[in-house]
């Protein structure tokens, strides 16, 4: 049974930082493509950042040079470190992983709150 686990959400200032981190299991994060997505209240879920299995990232434009995806095999834990953050980057945070080459993500973690207060 594949599980992701998101952890390390909370309330911070605007301009602070936060690292939250998922912990796959029965899943070997290095063998798929890795994302962040996040919901607003009232917005539609938007793909924060992504990493493949190679460690190609992408990020949404609005979380460019602030946010960065990473990935410690060894731990099996997909991590998203955001600095500079923003009232607008309040939102739930969920983990995801797609099989290569797959058009949909496959698996969901079950959130994390980040509030960002101004």
């Known amino acids: 049974q594949v599980q992701l686990v998101e952890s390390g959400g909370g309330l911070v200032q605007a301009g602070g930082s936060l690292r939250v981190s998922c912990a796959g299991s029965?899943?070997?994060?290095?063998?798929?493509?890795m994302g962040w997505y996040r919901q607003a209240p009232g917005k539609q879920r938007e793909l924060v950042a992504s990493i493949t299995s190679g460690g190609s990232t992408n990020y949404l434009d609005s979380v460019k040079g602030r946010f960065t995806i990473s990935r410690d095999n060894a731990k099996n834990t997909v991590y998203l470190q955001m600095n500079s953050l923003r009232p607008e980057d309040t939102a739930v945070y969920y983990c995801t992983a797609r099989k290569i080459g797959a058009p949909r993500w496959d698996y969901w973690g079950q959130g994390t709150q980040v509030t960002v207060s101004s």
């Open positions: 029965g899943i070997i994060v290095s063998a798929h493509t």
